[in-house]
């Protein structure tokens, strides 16, 4: 009886472990823009969804430590566009976005366009440091492993299962577009030129 027993255990303890490998690679790679919450958001064929200057809502206060140790505030980049990348070492998506990500960021700066990561998921700097150092990345990004700063965000602005996430800050300090998953630099270009167009 005990034999039988056994095989079932195995059986039962594999199955659980492949349910689990499949909701971690969905929460990397979900594309499902839904969150609930008024946002005033719309969603273009490229999967931009991006809000209309009159309805844009004020984008919370971010703080804390990056991953090289420094304090950051987002309060400090007021009358910047600023760029807000969730991403995590650990997803395969945010690898393949990265080099967007900087190349954007290098053409950007010259016209007030600043970007910043939210690391989440990585319990330690190192993988997120040694990530930042691969794929060249220069711009700083505030260490949230536990996702903190994602639940300062208002209802239905981020869906906390789809990193890599991108949202754009206008230069008010409003939620004026964002990108569930990976994003192109044609995609970042979209949402980022109409706001450096914006007086």
């Not at 754009?168 to 980022?192: C, H, P, Q, Y």
């Amino acid at each position: 009886m005990s034999l039988s027993r056994a095989p079932r255990r195995r059986l039962a303890a594999l199955s659980a472990g492949a349910a689990l490998a499949a909701l971690t690679l969905s929460a990397c790679t979900n594309d499902n823009p839904s969150g609930g919450g008024d946002t005033n958001f719309v969603t273009g064929k490229s999967g931009i969804s991006t809000v209309d200057k009159g309805d844009r809502k004020d984008a919370p206060t971010l703080d804390g430590e990056t991953l090289e140790g420094k304090q950051l505030n987002t309060d400090d980049y007021k009358g910047k566009i600023v760029v807000l990348n969730v991403w995590g070492s650990w997803c395969t998506p945010c690898r393949a976005e990265a080099k967007n990500l900087t190349a954007v960021a290098k053409a950007t700066k010259p016209k007030g366009v600043e970007f910043i990561g939210i690391n989440t998921r990585d319990a330690e700097k190192l993988p997120a440091i040694k990530f930042e150092e691969d794929y060249g990345v220069t711009y700083p990004s505030l260490h949230d492993p536990a996702g903190k700063l994602l639940l300062r965000f208002p209802k239905g602005t981020l869906n906390l299962q789809v990193i890599p996430s991108t949202l754009v800050i206008d230069r008010d300090g409003k939620i004026a577009a964002r990108i569930m998953g990976a994003a192109s630099e044609d995609n970042l270009r979209k949402m980022i030129d109409p706001l450096i167009a914006e007086k």
